[in-house]
């Protein structure tokens, strides 16, 4: 956390030319990385986990809880 600290107090201090190209270089390297991520992944496979069974929820499931099963009171 310090660390992360250090850094917004270094920020701060950037003067505005300065801030911009940091700003320049944050958008240019996400835009270059979501690219790089979306053309690595490959396509999902329906039905990969269907030998697990179905999914089911309880019919009480959206009921109110009891006041004991509270963790903080």
Do not use: C
Not at 17 to 40: G, M, P, W
Not at 46 to 58: D, E, F, Y
Request: avoid cysteine; aromatic fraction near 10%.
């Amino acid at each position: 956390m310090a660390d992360l600290q250090a850094l917004f107090h270094a920020v701060d201090e950037l003067s505005p030319e300065d801030l911009k190209q940091l700003y320049k270089y944050i958008l240019e390297n996400r835009i270059e990385f979501v690219d790089r991520q979306a053309t690595s992944q490959t396509p999902r496979t329906l039905g990969l986990h269907a030998h697990l069974g179905k999914a089911w929820m309880s019919d009480d499931f959206r009921d109110e809880l009891p006041d004991d099963s509270l963790p903080y009171q």
